[in-house]
């Protein structure tokens, strides 16, 4: 894959989708400068039957983007003051995201580490809620269309990951039933050193 990521390729099933942004470039324009990172940790979330998912209980204002149009972003803000980014996944209607955990940082890193106040390595995008810190990702983007031509957030293809460097396992710090506590619904790379701890 190489260029900007389409419609097409996010309305896929949601473990499909999660699988394919494993080694892909989220990039955000910020000031005029590129700030990008390969994608290196990712969950799915999928449907209102999943006890993890935000739209287990259905329709709500918060959530509604996740019913929305394949491609475009979910943006929540959590314990009044970290921010996540989320990719709306499947049909229009049905509720499914999935939710970037860390990124390897490539482009804008300077950038980057003073939007992180000064902190550098792992600890400027190795989680949902600094990865957003560090791209300037906040609410405004709930709802953006990825695939818009003037976007300036959005997913670029960079390669596809291996099989052999992919790990998968139960979702970080979820709450559900027995099926949404053990579902190997979290993709990461190997020994990445940016995966969240």
């Known amino acids: 894959m190489t260029g900007r990521l389409n419609r097409a390729f996010f309305a896929q099933d949601t473990l499909s989708v999660a699988r394919g942004l494993l080694g892909q470039r989220l990039v955000r324009i910020l000031d005029?400068?590129?700030?990008?990172?390969?994608?290196?940790?990712?969950?799915?979330?999928?449907?209102?039957?999943?006890?993890?998912?935000?739209?287990?209980?259905?329709r709500t204002e918060r959530n509604a983007p996740m019913y929305g149009p394949?491609?475009?972003?979910?943006?929540?803000?959590?314990?009044g003051m970290h921010h996540c980014f989320n990719v709306v996944t499947e049909r229009e209607g049905f509720p499914a995201a999935v939710l970037v955990r860390a990124?390897?940082?490539?482009?804008g890193i300077e950038a980057m580490q003073e939007r992180r106040g000064g902190r550098v390595g792992v600890e400027l995008t190795s989680g949902p809620a600094r990865l957003c810190q560090a791209l300037?990702?906040?609410?405004?983007f709930d709802g953006?269309?990825?695939?818009?031509?003037?976007?300036v957030l959005f997913?670029?293809?960079?390669?596809?990951m291996p099989d052999a460097a992919v790990t998968a396992g139960p979702r970080v710090g979820v709450r559900g039933d027995e099926r949404a506590l053990v579902a190997p619904w979290?993709?990461?790379e190997q020994d990445n050193r940016y995966v969240s701890r």
Do not use: M, W
């Open 186 to 188: 979290r993709l990461y």
């Open 70 to 79: 394949p491609g475009h972003a979910y943006v929540y803000f959590v314990y």
């Open 103 to 107: 990124l390897e940082p490539l482009e």
């Open 136 to 140: 300037g990702i906040d609410r405004r």
């Open 144 to 151: 953006v269309d990825l695939c818009a031509p003037d976007v």
């Open 155 to 160: 997913i670029e293809g960079n390669g596809t």
């Open 32 to 58: 005029g400068e590129r700030l990008s990172g390969r994608i290196v940790e990712v969950e799915a979330y999928v449907g209102e039957k999943d006890q993890a998912s935000h739209a287990q209980c259905g």
